[in-house]
């Protein structure tokens, strides 16, 4: 419990934010600002008290490419314990978190071919379970954080037609996995569910989130927030047509889509059209040395992602594009991507644009529903 040391703060206001940053569900100043309702001076003055109590501590986050550190708040006390995972048309990686240390305990799981839904949340809990003996034997899981590849309704947090899982349209999850544990679960869009997880770390308030592999996916991020829009389904850039002469088929029916023409299942296909002996290597062990060949195949990828990004660069004046994904590994994807962003977008919303490799590359969709397993936790934790 915080104790009042300041006049000018109420012992209400640092319960609640003391109970906030404990279940991580605020891990900046401007996350009190914005869910409390508080002004920034306010937000400044509380997380100075619950310093000086040495109930939270205040550290810079480590950004490998520069940029100003995003200031991260964080309990000095253990928190519940979150379970999370990341569902993929291949395979399952899971894992468990506490507010202190944004993912322990990490594995993964490859498949051949997924199983129904039911299936898959038995095979998460069992495993979630086996990792909590031995990691956090005292503890019990408070909630449980989903990323899974699909579009994710926003009221129902249901699926919605994702194209690599057949059989889940409309799972629900979250009923399924209470039924299984009793726990509050969160489902989200995998490249949302990535954005989620850079948010505490970037150092720019509004930021474009892509995810550039097997598949192409988007998420926005504005004024800290991820953005949802109507429907849930901001951001996503996968179904933009951008050169009406492509009309490669899509798996959603359409054609010359940007998944269909500049994912890395495409660059796969197309590479081995053209006779390029990669059948055993990924693209990215391909391209960096065994067959080099591939570069044109990359390159374009990276040229039409860009022109997609220009005109949302344009309209939203974002701070940061973040690339995850398999291909923001290949500098000859990101420099494509860059020059076409660049060349796309005005010099007014690009010219203090930053662009570059996601920082917390795979880990991230797992970081971000532990952000939002902790917020499920924190709506009924007492500090």
Known sequence: MAKKNSPTVSVDLLNTAYGMIKSGAATRRSDLVRTMGISASTASNVARSLIEQNLIREIESQRSTGGRPAKILQSTQLAEVVAVAEVGSHHLRFGLADSIHPLQSREEILFDTLGAPEEVMAILVEQWEKLRRKAFPDHTIGAIGISVASPVEAISRRLVLPARLPGWHNADLRRILFDLTGLPAWIENDTRACALGELPYSAAESFIYVKAGTGI???LVIDGELYQGAGGFAGDISHTRVDPD????????????????????????????????IEDRSIVTASLSDVPEINPFVRQSGELIGRALGPIVNFINPGAIYVGGALSGLGVFMSSLRASVFNVASSTASQDLVIEPAPNGANAPLMGMAREAFRLAGTSHKS
């Open 217 to 219: 996916g988007g998420a």
């Open 246 to 277: 492509m009309d490669d088929l899509c798996a959603c029916g359409r054609l010359g889509c940007l998944e269909a023409v500049a994912s890395g299942a495409t660059i796969r296909k197309r590479a081995l059209a053209a006779g390029l002996d």
